[in-house]
């Protein structure tokens, strides 16, 4: 029985030695031949090869005779970290692998193309640059856009009555039903209105559903200067450090300007500036009272009182009753604080008293706009009084 074995398995060796043809491939010695199958037969068509040294038999046939033989066949070595890591020599980070050996090294003094180290600046820039700083006006100017869209009635209302510059209106045929819009429609020399049919344009136009139907772009706001209001005879100012809200900062300009107040003035940092959402808040009281900014609010309460100026600050706690107070002096400076933590030490500090409004209830304090409005009009009363 084995020795039939013996001769089926020679017999298929000499049958695959003569018909173990690749397609135009190298057999022999060399092993390099078509796709045939480890028992020595191919799948290509026959050659002249056979028996001899260059026969075509296919890569990697078990037998000597058309095979690849001993010196035809390559051992699989394990992969290494690197063909791991690139793919091998022809893998698919084998590219990568080769273009980071072909970078060019970086000339003394400088970086190459990968991450920057902790070298300092001179040396990522190169030895010949330095580095130039921005004026100091240019880091302190701040910079508005050239045109503001303002929506609401009244805010385009009295933006059209004071001293802005109205470019456009946008307004809804239902908004034109108000007279002074459409007198403003009607005359031909003043500001083009736009009718629109879909108040959603008018939405998206300024950018907020509060816009009731009608949108203006006009100039930026322009704010007045500090000197100007300490000039006025017997000033009447509100100070507001760091008012943050700008519904707060309406209803200040709002209540400030119908009193009667000279101006307001803010800080040039950390607070709301006038936006069309104060305007809108404001009810259009921001057209008809000059706002100052101030770059330091505590310095600006020190020039107050070297004019004669009195200051009072709005404190709920320690601060004197708010009726014991004699406003009827050359002038009056009254200091807001913000909503959270009320006024700064340093600001504090630069009033010449602090005044609280009672509170009787179990809410622990007042909003900051309707503190202003209680002083405001007890500061008024008080300077009508002596006033007459």
Known sequence: MADRRRQGRDARRASGSTEGGGAGGRGGERGRGGSG???????????????????????GAGSGFGGAGERGRREERPPTRRSRRAGGKHGPGARSARARSARVPAT??????????ARGAAQRRGPEAEVVAPPADVREERVFDDSMVLYGRNAVHEALRGPREVQHVWATRHALEEPWLAEVARDANAVD???????SWIERRSGSPDHQGVCAQVAPFKYAYVDELLAVERPLIVALDEIQDPQNLGAIARTAECAGATGIVIPARRTADVTPAVCKASAGAVEHIPIARARNLADFLRDARETGAWCYGAEGDGGVPYT????SGPGVVLVLGSEGRGLRPRVASNCDGLIALPLRGMIGSLNVSAAASALLYEIVRQRDAAAA
Do not use: I, L, M, T
């Open 37 to 59: 199958r480890r028992d020595g037969r191919g799948d290509g068509p026959r050659s002249s090869g056979g028996f001899g040294e260059r026969g075509s038999a296919p890569r």
């Open 108 to 117: 003394p003094g400088q970086r190459g193309p990968g991450r920057p180290g």
């Open 193 to 199: 209105v736009n009718v629109v049919s879909d108040g």
């Open 324 to 327: 014991g107070v004699d406003y």
